[in-house]
């Protein structure tokens, strides 16, 4: 069975900074491309944030370039994504999943909020 488990959302004001780590299942993560997503209030669709392959090699979406760092900790099947310079666009409920996505692997996310 598959489980994605996220953590280290919280409250934090603009151009703060948080880490979100994503504990993952053994049997998807060494093979996989693992990607962070998020779900801003009112919109249905996970939007794609940033992935990273299993070579190492890193994509992010325009908005996040520069601000955000996903890595991967691989003794412990953990994807992290460092969050600096946070904007209150950033606002969102933040999701691990493997990339491309898999509808099934959704797991509970973790809320982030930037406000002052």
């Known amino acids: 069975q598959v489980q994605l488990v996220e953590s280290g959302g919280g409250l934090v004001q603009p151009g703060g900074s948080l880490r979100l780590s994503c504990a993952a299942s053994?049997?998807?993560?060494?093979?996989?491309?693992m990607g962070w997503y998020r779900r801003a209030p009112g919109i249905r669709r996970h939007e794609w944030v940033a992935s990273m392959t299993t070579a190492g090699t890193t994509h992010y979406r325009d908005s996040v370039e520069g601000r955000f760092t996903i890595s991967r900790d691989n003794a412990n099947n953990t994807v992290i994504l460092q969050m600096n310079s946070l904007k209150p666009e950033d606002t969102a409920v933040y999701y691990c999943n493997v990339d491309p996505r898999n509808e099934n692997y959704w797991g509970q996310g973790t809320q982030v909020t930037v406000s002052s």
């Open positions: 053994a049997t998807i993560f060494s093979d996989s491309t």
